[in-house]
């Protein structure tokens, strides 16, 4: 990992002047959800209650039974694949259930979504969950801390690819069919996420970082990050005038509903609409983001996973596009470089770029001319469904 200048540290106010996430009283009301209905509980104070007593049994096995599982687990990658046996009778039971598609889904809405990433709005697509969400994770305090105590955040360019496989999924229209992969991919998601909150309270670095939780990945953590993927991009898409149908839009909020069912959000916390959608980010993005040394560094060692330590002009480039993308508040967060030299030049690219509505970045000479090659194999890293690395269990917190 790169070494992460004190210039850098200080420019993001450092690790001592970020406090913990602390949401406000929370008011979104359940009637704004999907499910209609619900006892409006705080999803701050919220957890899996299905999934954590199942994994913690699991690891109450030993370390070698949650490395055996993971070996089983392998091959398990498709939806129409039964589990497979061998696992333990109550984790056999969890994943059979885990599975299983909510009675609301639309398989024609999914199958539209998938759409998202085919004709004009997949370069987009790409180039905003890349260069701007993958980015403001690393803004959102308890998520980058997280993911640096965690055993992930020992290697970002696994980490990557492992986040690949649900972001491919989750945009791809083959992914909520029987070959598809996404029901899989999202239990064994499900799955890491309660390793983690039985994992990661054990490393002193949690405790000490101030991140006002005991246990890490609420309901309300799980919902930023959605926020941070599917509503930021579709605010983005509005700021850009870039206009989906509506169809295209609900189809697209839709998917990351079910996803986020398959993920173990409870169904009265998942927006109807997106005005609904809109009015919970506004509650939960503020409080969530902020500067940490940790997120500075997971922002560099992205940069690392994608272009290497040595090739500082292309850092440069890509540093002042992702400021231009995500804006300057979120680009302070994580210490990212002001050109202003530059500024102008994406200013007025960008919005060009929109305008062409092309479908594929080859087919874009001017992407070739105006965006760095780094952007390219960033969009390649993300969502290349290639062979992407398994999504396992930890066996560990964060190597000291």
């Given amino acids: 990992m790169t ?3 004190r ?3 200080l420019a993001s106010g450092g690790a001592a002047a970020a406090a913990g996430a602390t949401f406000p009283l929370w008011t979104w009301a359940p009637s704004a959800s999907i499910a209609g209905t619900g006892d409006g509980l705080d999803p701050e104070y919220v957890w899996d209650v299905r999934a954590d007593p199942v994994i913690e049994r699991l690891y109450g096995e030993g370390l070698d039974r949650v490395a055996e599982v993971n070996e089983i687990l392998k091959g398990w990658t498709t939806n129409d694949q039964p589990v497979p046996a061998g696992l333990p009778g109550y984790l056999e039971d969890f994943i059979e259930e885990a599975r299983r598609l909510p009675a609301w889904a639309d398989q024609g809405k999914l199958k539209l979504a998938g759409t998202f990433n085919e004709e004009e709005y997949g370069f987009f697509l790409a180039l905003l969950y890349t260069l701007g969400s993958g980015l403001i994770s690393c803004a959102i305090k308890r998520e980058a801390w997280a993911v640096y105590y965690s055993y992930g955040g020992a290697n970002m360019r696994e980490r990557i690819a492992k986040t690949t496989v649900l972001g491919y999924d989750v945009m791809d229209a083959q992914g909520w069919t029987a ?8 239990v064994k998601t499900r799955m890491v996420h309660a390793a983690v909150r ?8 949690w405790s000490s970082v101030g991140a006002g939780q005991k246990v890490p990945i609420s309901q309300a953590d799980i919902l930023v ?9 579709m605010k983005k898409f509005t700021e850009w005038d870039i206009a989906p149908s509506k169809e295209l839009a609900d189809a697209f909020l839709h998917a990351w509903n079910v996803d986020l069912h398959l993920l173990g959000v409870q169904e009265q916390y998942l927006p109807k609409d997106w005005e609904a959608a809109y009015a919970q980010y506004d509650q939960v993005m503020g409080p969530a983001t902020g500067g940490t040394r940790e997120g500075v560094e997971l922002a560099q060692a992205l940069l690392d996973a994608v272009i290497g330590e040595g090739n500082p002009l292309l850092r440069h480039e890509l540093e002042s596009l992702g400021r231009y993308v995500i804006g300057d508040r979120y680009a302070d967060m994580i210490a990212f470089d002001k050109d202003p030299v530059l500024a102008p030049v994406w200013a007025n690219a960008v919005p060009l770029l ?13 992407v070739s001319n105006l965006l760095p090659e780094a952007v390219h194999t960033f969009i390649k890293i993300y969502f290349s469904p290639g062979d992407p690395a398994p999504i396992t269990l930890p066996l560990s917190n964060r190597p000291e």
Avoid: A
Wanted: aromatic fraction near 6%.
């Fill in 354 to 366: 929109v305008r062409s509505y092309q479908s594929t970045v080859p087919d874009i000479p001017l």
């Fill in 198 to 205: 039985h994992l990661l309270p054990q490393s002193p670095h």
């Fill in 7 to 9: 210039r850098r540290l």
């Fill in 225 to 233: 990050t959605f926020h941070s993927l599917g509503t930021w991009v």
């Fill in 179 to 186: 070959t598809g992969r996404l029901m899989v991919d999202s």
């Fill in 3 to 5: 070494n992460v200048s």
